[in-house]
C-alpha cells in the first residue's frame, strides 16, 4: 500500500516520513480554526456517542434504575449490582466459563489454522490466490448469517451433520453442545481474517533472509522459526488482542441462535437480556457491562501500546 | 456532524439537542433527564384531526395467519385511516421497552394482565376508562379485570383469548383407541400405552424459554391452587416452598414422557411433531392451529384439560391468555385512537379477526360463535366453565422476572431436573433481589 | 512490517521478488496440496450447501430429505423475496449504509489528516481514544445511546416519535460514531507516509489547509479510502444491532432484519430460508468477489501498520 501511495506521489522510491511535525501556530487564524474543526467535530461525535455512553452505564451500573421515569426515581444502590451479578445470578458464571472456552477455543483453533493456512499460501502455489479466496470468504458475512448457514447444517432433524452420520444429535439445542457447535461456525469465520492478517505480515519478511537461510541449509521448520516468525510478532500481538476483543464481544451468533440462553449464555447476551426487552433491569444489566467494559479495556490497552510504539519507531 | 445540527431549523430544538447531546456526553445521569415523550407530544393531537383522522396501529401479529386477521378487522373499520405498523412478534416484545418510552403507535397490539399492569403503572400507557364506559358492557368481569391497572382504571381492550390445554390428533387417538384422562395417574398410564405404541407422549420445545411455563402453571394450580399461583406469580409466596418444589418433583416424573431435546426445538417444531403423528399430546395454547393446515388436518385437532392432579383442588383453573391493544399515553389523535379502540372493542371487529384465524375465541360476549369451528366452540365452553381463569406465568408476575430469572430457570430444571432444592433456592435469592428493588 | 507493507494484489510490481525460484514439485508439496484443497473444499461447503437447498422445493425435500438430489425450483426467491419484503429493506438499508459511511470517511479523513500533518502534544491520546472506541462492545453503550437519542427533540416533520429514535438519523449517527475511530487510525497511519515536501510546497503555492485536505491528500489517499469504504460497506450492512434497538417501525428497518421476520414464519421451511440468507449475503459476496482487493486492504491497513 505504502509504494503504491509514494509511487503515486512520483517521488519514485519509498519514503520514510519525518517525525518532526509542522506546528499548528504558524498557520494563519482562518485555517486555525478549520484545523480545530476538523478535529473538535469528529471527536465530539466519538466521545458523545462512543465514550459518553460508556461513561454512563458505568454509572448506571451503581444504580438500581428499570430504564424507565426520570432523575428522580434512580437509587444509588452502591456495589449491590455487582453482588448481585457475582453471587445471585446463576447465568453469570457459566457466561464467563463460556467466554473463556471461546477464546482459548479461538486461539488453538481459527487462530493456529489461520497461521498455518497463511505459511502454506505464502508460496509459489498454483491457485494460491483462489485457496486464499475461499478461506477468507466468510469474513464478509455476518455472524447472525453465519448462524444461519450452519443451522441447515446442525439442525436435529433437517441437517445434514445428522444425516451424513446418522445421529440424532440436536447440534445447536443440547447444552451440553452448542457451545462447541457454535464455535466451529464462528471459527470458520474467524480463521479466514487470521490468515489474512498472517498473510500482509509475511509479506514483510525479507525474501533474502529466507534464501539465505536456504542457503544454509536450514529445514522449512527452521527458516520459519528462525526468520519467519520474528517478523510476525507485531502481527501475533494484533492478532491476539483481536481474537480476544471478538471472543468477548461474540453476539450476534448466540443470539439468533437461541438469545444466548441454555448452554450458549455469553457477558454480551446476559447484557442484552437485561437491558432490553420487558427485563429492564437496567442497573444490574449496567453492571454486566461494565463488567465487560473493564475487561476490554485492558486488552485495548495493550493493543494501543503496541500500535503506539510502531508509530513511534 | 452532532444530533444537534438536524434540530431541522427550530431554535428551541436546537437548544434543547445541544443541552440534551452534553448531558449525554456527562454521562447517563444526563441521559435519565425524564421522559422526553411527555413534552413532545400532545399538542399536536389538539390539532383536530379527530376521529376521522389517521390513527397509526402497532402490531406485533406479525405471522401469516394473524396479520391478515388485523388487516381484515382494520380494513371494516371504515372510519378512519389506519396505518399499520407491524414489527416481528419478538422483536416486537424485545422492543417493548424502547418502544413504549420512544413514543409509541396511537395504538398497539400488547397482553393483558401483570404485563400490561406493568407498563401502566410506570405510566407508559393511556388510561381509557372513558372507552370502557361505552364498551364495557360487551365483556364479562373477568375480561374487564384483565383489563384494569392496579389504580382501578383501564388500559386495555380484549380482542381474543386462547385456553391451554392438552393438544391431541383426533385419528390417532381414534385409530389406537385413547381415552382422554381425567387424573394425572390416568395420564401417565395413558403415557405408557404411548411409548409401548412408539409415540412420544408428549411433544415439547422450549428454545423460546417460554412454552414450557405452561405446564409448570398447570401444574401448580393443579396441585396447589388457582391463589397460590396467584400469591406466587406476586412475590407473596417463597419459590423454595415445599408447594413449589412439589410441583418441580411432578413435572420431573413427567420429563420422560416429554420429547427430548426440548432446548433446542421451537414450539412450532415440536407441533410439527404432532402434525406428524409422531407425538401424541400436546401441552399448549390454541394458537398451535395455525401451525396445522387449514382444513381436513386442523378439523383433526382436538384437547382435553389438563388433568387434574389433587382431587381436593380438582381441574377448574383455566389458563386462557387474553391479547389485544393498549394506547399511548399521548397519542398523536387521541379521539381516533380511542374510536378505534371502541371499534376493537367490538363484537364486529373481533368477528372480523377470527374469521382470518380461527385459532382463538374472541373476548366479546356477543363475538359471533355460530362461525366457530369445533375446537373454537370447545374452548369456549372450557373457559366459560372454569373457575378461575390465569393468564401465564410471563403475564401474571413482573416482566424482568419472568423473561431474566424464570426462562432460564425453567430451561436448567429441563437440563437437569434432579436439583430441585438447589434450583428453588436460587430463583427463590433472585426474586427477593428483583421483588425487593 | 513497517514501511513496506504491501498489498497483495497490487498490479504495478510483481507479488514477489523474483529471487525466489519456483520449487520442485516434491512430495511434501503434493501432500501440501492436497491438505489445502480438501479444507477448501470444505470451507465453501456450508455456503454451497446454502445455495443448493435454497434452489429446491420443499415438498421435495420433505419427502426424500436434504440429503438427495432433484426437485430444482426458483420458487423459494421468488417467495423469500415478497415475504421477507426485501424490496423495502434494502432500499432501508441503503438509506443506512450510505451516508454512514461517507460521513465517516469524511470525519475519519479530516482527523487523520490534522494528526498527520500537524504535532502537538495530545497527538497520540486522540488517536488512542479514536482508535479505542471501535473496540468497545456494542451492548455496553445501548441504553445510555438510546436515553440520549429520546432526550433529542426534533420537530415532527422530521421524526414521527418526536425524537431522534426511530429514526434513521439514530442508526445512521450510532453507526458514525463506532466507526469513525477504526477509519481515523487507518488513515493516519496512510497519511503519514505521504512525503512531506507534498505539503510544503502546497504551502508555498498558497494553498490553505482546506485545500491541502481536499485536493492534494484525500486523492493520495484514494486506495485507504477505497479499502475503508469497501470495509465499512460490509460491516455497517451486517449490523443487526443497532436498527433494531433504535428504530420501532417495521418499515424503516434494514435488510439484516428481513431475515429475522422469514425466520419467525417459516423456521421449518429451510429451503425458504436458504433462499434468504443467499439473498442478504449475495451483496457482500458481490463485493467480496469485485473488490476482494479492497477488502482485504482494508482490514490488514486496519491490524497491521499501513
Not at chain 1, 447444517?153 to 447440534?171: A, C, E, F, K
Amino acid at each position: 500500500m505504502t509504494a503504491t501511495a509514494v509511487r503515486e506521489a512520483g517521488t519514485g522510491r519509498p519514503h520514510r516520513p519525518r517525525r518532526t511535525g509542522r506546528q499548528v501556530r504558524t498557520l494563519t487564524r482562518r485555517d486555525q480554526l478549520i484545523v480545530a474543526l476538523m478535529v473538535t467535530i469528529p471527536t465530539l461525535v466519538v466521545v458523545g456517542l462512543v465514550w459518553g455512553p460508556a461513561i454512563g452505564t458505568i454509572l448506571l451500573s451503581f444504580t438500581d434504575w428499570n430504564g424507565i421515569g426520570n432523575v428522580g426515581d434512580i437509587n444509588f444502590v452502591g456495589m449491590e449490582n455487582y453482588r448481585n451479578v457475582t453471587t445471585n445470578y446463576p447465568p453469570f458464571q457459566p457466561a464467563i466459563e463460556h467466554n473463556v472456552i471461546w477464546l482459548v477455543v479461538f486461539f488453538l483453533g481459527p487462530t493456529l489454522l489461520g497461521m498455518l493456512l497463511a505459511v502454506m499460501l505464502d508460496r509459489q502455489l498454483r491457485g494460491s490466490r483462489i485457496y486464499q479466496s475461499i478461506f477468507f470468504m466468510p469474513v464478509v458475512l455476518s455472524l447472525a448469517l453465519v448462524g444461519f448457514i450452519w443451522q441447515l447444517i446442525y439442525s436435529r432433524d433437517q441437517g445434514l451433520l445428522n444425516q451424513v452420520l446418522g445421529t440424532q444429535t440436536d447440534w445447536f439445542g443440547d447444552p451440553d453442545i452448542n457451545l462447541w457447535a457454535v464455535l466451529v461456525a464462528a471459527g470458520w469465520r474467524h480463521t479466514g481474517y487470521i490468515m489474512l492478517l498472517y498473510l500482509a505480515g509475511l509479506k514483510a519478511v525479507d525474501p533474502v533472509l529466507r534464501e539465505a537461510a536456504a542457503v544454509d541449509g536450514a529445514g522449512e521448520v527452521r527458516t520459519f522459526l528462525q526468520v519467519v516468525w520474528p517478523v510476525m510478532r507485531p502481527v501475533n500481538i494484533i492478532v491476539i488482542v483481536i481474537t480476544v476483543i471478538e471472543s468477548l464481544r461474540a453476539f450476534d451468533i448466540a443470539w439468533v441462535i437461541n438469545k444466548g440462553r441454555n448452554g450458549l449464555e455469553l457477558i454480551s447476551t446476559l447484557v442484552t437480556q437485561n437491558v432490553i426487552g420487558e427485563a429492564s433491569r437496567v442497573g444490574f444489566g449496567s453492571a454486566l457491562a461494565t463488567i465487560m467494559i473493564v475487561i476490554s479495556t485492558v486488552f485495548i490497552a495493550i493493543y494501543l501500546i503496541q500500535v503506539m510504539r510502531e508509530q513511534r519507531r | 456532524m452532532s444530533p444537534r445540527s438536524y434540530g431541522a431549523g427550530g431554535v428551541p430544538a436546537m437548544a434543547i439537542g445541544r443541552r440534551t447531546m452534553l448531558k449525554g456526553m456527562l454521562g447517563g445521569a444526563g441521559a435519565l433527564a425524564g421522559l422526553p415523550l411527555l413534552s413532545a407530544c400532545g399538542d399536536d393531537s389538539g390539532g383536530g384531526g379527530g376521529a376521522s383522522g389517521t390513527v397509526t396501529f402497532g402490531s406485533n401479529w406479525s405471522d401469516d395467519v394473524p396479520k391478515k386477521g388485523i388487516q381484515a378487522m382494520m380494513d371494516a373499520y371504515g372510519k378512519g385511516k389506519v396505518d399499520i405498523n407491524t414489527v416481528e412478534h419478538n422483536s416486537f416484545q424485545e422492543q417493548i421497552n424502547n418502544y413504549l418510552q420512544g413514543g409509541p403507535d396511537d395504538v398497539f397490539g400488547w397482553f393483558a394482565g401483570n404485563r400490561m399492569q406493568f407498563f401502566a403503572e410506570q405510566g407508559l400507557v393511556g388510561d381509557i376508562s372513558d372507552v370502557w364506559s361505552d364498551i364495557g358492557g360487551g365483556f364479562s368481569d373477568a375480561m374487564k379485570q384483565q383489563s384494569t391497572g392496579k389504580d382501578g382504571k383501564q388500559y386495555f381492550v380484549p380482542i381474543y383469548y386462547y385456553p391451554w390445554a392438552v393438544f391431541y390428533r383426533k385419528s390417532v387417538w381414534q385409530e389406537k383407541g385413547y381415552e382422554p384422562p381425567a387424573t394425572l395417574d390416568d395420564f401417565k398410564t395413558l403415557a405408557g400405552q404411548m411409548k409401548s405404541d412408539g409415540l412420544t407422549p408428549l411433544a415439547f420445545g422450549d428454545s423460546d424459554g417460554w412454552p414450557a411455563m405452561g405446564t409448570f402453571d398447570y401444574l401448580n394450580m393443579r396441585i396447589n391452587g388457582y391463589d397460590f399461583h396467584v400469591q406466587l406469580m406476586s412475590g407473596e409466596k417463597a419459590w423454595n416452598s415445599s408447594e413449589v418444589k412439589t410441583v418441580f418433583d411432578t413435572w420431573k416424573g413427567l420429563l420422560p414422557l416429554h420429547q427430548t431435546d426440548s432446548l433446542g426445538r421451537t414450539w412450532q417444531e415440536a407441533a410439527q411433531s404432532l402434525l406428524k403423528k409422531e407425538s401424541a399430546m400436546y401441552v399448549i395454547g390454541m394458537f398451535a392451529g395455525q401451525q396445522f393446515p387449514e382444513g381436513a388436518e386442523r378439523d383433526d385437532l382436538d384437547f382435553f384439560p389438563f388433568p387434574e392432579v389433587d382431587s381436593a383442588v380438582g381441574a377448574d383453573s383455566v389458563e386462557a391468555p387474553i391479547d389485544g391493544v393498549m394506547m399511548a399515553p399521548r397519542p398523536r389523535n387521541e379521539e381516533g385512537a380511542k374510536a378505534l379502540l371502541k371499534y376493537i372493542g367490538s363484537a364486529k371487529a373481533e368477528d372480523t379477526y377470527l374469521k382470518s384465524d380461527p385459532n382463538n375465541i374472541g373476548a366479546h360476549n356477543d363475538a359471533d360463535t355460530s362461525g366457530y369451528n369445533a375446537l373454537q366452540k370447545k374452548g369456549e365452553e372450557l373457559v366459560s366453565k372454569a373457575k378461575t381463569i390465569s393468564q401465564f406465568l410471563d403475564r401474571d408476575t413482573r416482566p424482568d422476572f419472568a423473561s431474566t430469572v424464570m426462562i432460564p430457570s425453567l430451561q436448567e430444571f429441563i437440563r437437569n431436573p434432579n436439583d430441585i432444592d438447589g434450583l428453588t433456592k436460587k430463583i427463590e435469592d433472585q426474586k427477593k433481589s428483583i421483588f425487593g428493588s | 512490517m513497517t514501511t513496506t507493507q504491501t498489498v497483495p494484489s497490487e498490479r504495478t510490481t510483481p507479488r514477489r521478488p523474483p529471487v525466489r525460484r519456483k520449487p520442485p514439485l516434491r512430495p511434501a508439496r503434493v501432500v501440501l496440496v492436497v491438505v489445502l484443497t480438501v479444507l477448501a473444499v470444505g470451507w465453501i461447503f456450508p455456503i454451497l450447501w446454502a445455495v443448493y437447498n435454497s434452489l429446491r422445493d420443499y415438498d421435495y425435500t420433505s419427502l426424500h430429505g436434504y440429503f438427495s438430489f432433484g426437485g430444482f425450483t426458483f420458487e423459494n426467491y421468488v417467495n423469500a423475496w415478497a415475504r421477507g419484503n426485501f424490496a423495502q429493506t434494502f432500499t432501508n438499508t441503503a438509506i443506512i449504509v450510505i451516508p454512514s459511511v461517507l460521513i465517516t470517511l469524511l470525519l475519519a479523513s479530516s482527523v487523520a489528516f490534522v494528526l498527520a500533518r500537524f504535532s502537538f502534544k495530545l497527538n497520540l491520546t486522540l488517536l488512542a481514544l479514536f482508535t479505542a472506541a471501535n473496540l468497545l462492545p456494542q451492548q455496553a453503550l445501548l441504553v445510555p445511546l438510546f436515553r440520549l437519542f429520546l432526550n433529542i427533540e426534533v420537530p415532527f416533520w422530521f421524526s414521527d416519535s418526536g425524537t431522534l429514535y426511530d429514526t434513521y438519523f439514530a442508526v445512521i449517527a450510532v453507526n458514525i460514531g463506532f466507526q469513525t475511530g477504526f477509519c481515523t487510525f487507518v488513515l493516519a497511519n496512510y497519511m503519514k507516509t505521504l512525503p512531506r515536501e507534498l505539503y510544503e510546497s502546497a504551502q508555498v503555492d498558497g494553498a490553505g489547509v482546506l485545500r491541502q485536505y481536499w485536493q492534494i491528500v484525500l486523492p493520495l489517499c484514494r486506495p485507504a479510502l477505497a479499502a475503508l469504504s469497501v470495509l465499512q460497506v460490509t460491516w455497517v450492512y451486517n449490523d443487526f444491532f443497532w436498527a433494531v434497538a433504535f428504530m420501532r417501525t417495521g418499515a424503516k428497518l434494514p435488510v439484516t432484519s428481513s431475515l429475522q421476520n422469514l425466520r419467525g414464519q417459516f423456521f421449518t421451511d429451510y429451503n425458504l430460508l436458504s433462499a434468504g440468507s443467499v439473498i442478504v449475503a449475495i451483496p457482500t459476496l458481490v463485493i467480496f468477489f469485485v473488490l476482494q482487493r479492497h477488502l482485504r486492504a482494508g482490514l490488514t491497513l486496519g491490524a497491521t501498520k499501513g
